[in-house]
């Protein structure tokens, strides 16, 4: 059974930071792309940020420059280090996993940017 488990979510300040963890089994890791992606209610989900089995990463513009995606295969997780948060960063933020045809979701982690 695949399962993807997103944590670190919670309510922080403008200009603060978070870290999303999202654990991983029953999956070989680190075959797959790893990416995460956040939805607020009434907008279609967005991919945020992504970093394949060989650790190149990408990022969504609005978040070039504040997130970092990594991934320790070691451990079967990847994580997401949110800095210099916005209120616009608030979101249910979803674990991805993808190898070819193989698409896996997590159940969601809220993120509440908010003074």
């Known amino acids: 059974q695949v399962r993807l488990v997103e944590s670190g979510g919670g309510l922080v300040q403008p200009g603060g930071s978070l870290r999303l963890s999202c654990a991983a089994s029953g999956i070989i890791f680190r075959l797959y792309t790893m990416d995460w992606y956040r939805q607020v209610p009434g907008k279609q989900r967005e991919l945020v940020a992504s970093?394949?089995?060989?650790?190149?990463?990408n990022y969504a513009d609005s978040v070039k420059g504040r997130f970092t995606i990594s991934r320790d295969n070691a451990k079967n997780t990847v994580f997401l280090q949110m800095n210099m948060l916005k209120s616009e960063d608030t979101a249910v933020y979803y674990c991805?996993?993808?190898?070819?045809?193989?698409?896996?979701w997590g159940q969601g982690t809220q993120v509440t940017v908010s003074s």
């Open positions: 970093i394949s089995s060989g650790g190149s990463q």
């Open positions: 991805h996993a993808g190898l070819g045809p193989l698409q896996y």
